[in-house]
Nanobody, 124 residues
């Protein structure tokens, strides 16, 4: 089992950058694939990015490609999301998630463990 805690959210102006981090507990962190999702009130949770156990493979939602970068440090039990060129449409609560599988990484149902989320607000 793994517990996830996100940090790094906040208020930023359009065009700015933020770096989200997710700290995981548990000695088997490297056994989990990790993902970032986001959600705004009234809408479904949306896939942002995912990374495999070793970090050798990543995937991004189309609208995040070229702007967001997911990375992980298995020695520090952390996964990060570097977000650049932010726009107001990126405003959401961002969640970190972990799964022992790599079969359904772009859907919330593909993850067994979730953090509590961190708010990102982009002002125009």
């Amino acid at each position: 089992q793994v517990q996830l805690v996100e940090s790094g959210g906040g208020l930023v102006q359009a065009g700015g950058s933020l770096r989200l981090s997710c700290a995981a507990s548990g000695r088997t962190f490297s056994s989990y694939a990790l993902g970032w999702f986001r959600q705004v009130p009234g809408k479904e949770r949306e896939f942002v990015a995912a990374i495999t156990w070793s970090g050798s493979n990543t995937d991004y939602a189309e609208s995040m490609k070229g702007r967001f970068t997911i990375s992980r440090d298995n020695a520090k039990n952390t996964v990060n999301l570097q977000m650049n060129s932010l726009n107001p449409e990126d405003t959401a609560v961002y969640y970190c998630a972990a799964t022992i599988y790599w079969s359904d990484w772009s859907r919330p149902g593909g993850y067994e463990y979730w953090g509590q989320g961190t708010q990102v607000t982009v002002s125009s």
